[in-house]
């Protein structure tokens, strides 16, 4: 391809057609540029695959990392209400007239039960 449009430039130097060769340098500029603004939107295409993979890398960690956010709280509220039941319990122990608590280890296991490392502790 080269060698044909040198063929073709030494052609009309020789011949002394100076319009023509200007037509001729002004047609391979515009190639050489619309060349390039190819290059650039096939580079710039590129670019914006890449940045959707990782804008969909992001969107996927995020959603991981609420799940694991959501089973944290689930957890979390389900040791709470415990607690919430236990302290209730222990109320009604100290409101009747016979103070006897007849449970307490499993008292304290369940107050506690929110307390200690949940699911997401590996």
Do not use: C
Not at 97 to 117: C, E, H, L, R
């Amino acid at each position: 391809m080269i060698k044909f449009f040198r063929h073709i430039r030494r052609n009309l130097m020789e011949t002394g057609k100076t319009s023509k060769y200007l037509k001729y340098a002004i047609g391979e500029i515009l190639l050489v540029v619309i060349g390039i603004l190819i290059a650039l939107q096939i580079n710039n295409w590129n670019n914006n695959r890449n940045n959707d993979k990782i804008e969909q890398q992001y969107i996927a960690r995020l959603i991981s990392e609420l799940n694991e956010e959501i089973v944290r709280f689930e957890y979390l509220r389900d040791g709470f209400q415990s607690q919430i039941e236990s302290v209730n319990n222990l109320l009604q122990f100290w409101q009747e007239d016979n103070m006897i608590v007849k449970d307490t280890a499993k008292f304290w296991s369940d107050f506690f039960k929110g307390s200690g490392p949940g699911p997401w502790h590996k």
